[in-house]
């Protein structure tokens, strides 16, 4: 099973600065599988990033991802007070075939 | 626009069962994977399982093997997850959500379901 460890567990940031989360695979993952959601209190999860880079539809351009391997890297260019929430990184890969970070909550400082 | 909406959750007994139903509309539902996420209170997503286009091939995590059966009817638009031999651990909000390659491109409000004597 390939076990994703996100960090930090919590970031404490301002409106207006760039956030960065990681997301790190205990094997290596395709870049066509690895997935970043956004998820707010009493809400479902939002897909934000598929394929480790393309943004999903409607999804704002201060979004962003990258990495390839076992690094991957979710950043938020300047932060609105809208984004402040938990985000998770997920893989698709055999066996299970979806496994899913612990998150990352980001909070206004 | 497209729509998921999940039914079926409650308080059960520890040993009891459950249906979950998730009905779908604005896609069409029988072109795409379909899977069950769940998140117990106050922690993270957890994969539970999910279902190829036409029922012929299902997936479970370990957790819930041999316990749960997912299930789909096309004709309906509806999925569905048989929850058996249900354990306080089992306590969580479900989600449905349709699959995209290995995405989960758009999920439903959830369903809570409680186990608890």
């Known amino acids: 099973e390939i076990v994703l460890t996100q960090s930090p567990g919590t970031l404490s940031l301002s409106p207006g600065e760039r956030a960065t989360l990681s997301c790190r695979a205990s094997?290596?993952?395709?870049?066509?599988?690895l997935t970043w959601y956004q998820q707010k209190p009493g809400q479902a999860p939002r897909l934000l990033i598929y394929g480790a880079s393309s943004r999903a539809t409607g999804i704002p351009d201060r979004f962003s991802g990258s990495g390839s391997g076992t690094d991957f890297t979710l950043t938020i260019s300047r932060l609105e007070p809208e984004d402040f929430a938990v985000y998770y990184c997920q893989q698709y890969g055999s066996s299970p075939p979806i496994t899913f970070g612990q998150g990352t909550r980001l909070e206004i400082k | 626009e497209v729509q998921l909406v999940e039914s079926g959750g409650g308080l059960v007994q520890p040993g009891g069962s459950l249906r979950l139903s998730c009905a779908a509309s604005?896609?069409?539902?029988?072109?795409?994977?379909m899977h069950w996420v769940r998140q117990a209170p106050g922690k993270g997503l957890v994969w539970v399982s999910h279902?190829?286009?036409?029922?012929?091939?299902?997936a479970y995590a370990d957790s819930v093997k041999g316990r749960f059966t997912i299930s789909r009817d096309n004709a309906k638009n509806t999925l569905y997850l048989q929850m058996n031999s249900l354990r306080a651990e089992d306590t969580a909000v479900y989600y449905c959500?349709?699959?995209?390659?290995?995405?989960?491109?758009?999920w439903g409000q959830g369903t809570l379901v409680t186990v608890s004597s």
């Open positions: 959500a349709r699959g995209s390659g290995g995405d989960c491109s758009d």
């Open positions: 094997q290596s993952v395709s870049t066509s599988y």
């Open positions: 604005g896609f069409t539902f029988s072109s795409y994977w």
């Open positions: 279902i190829y286009i036409d029922g012929s091939i299902t």
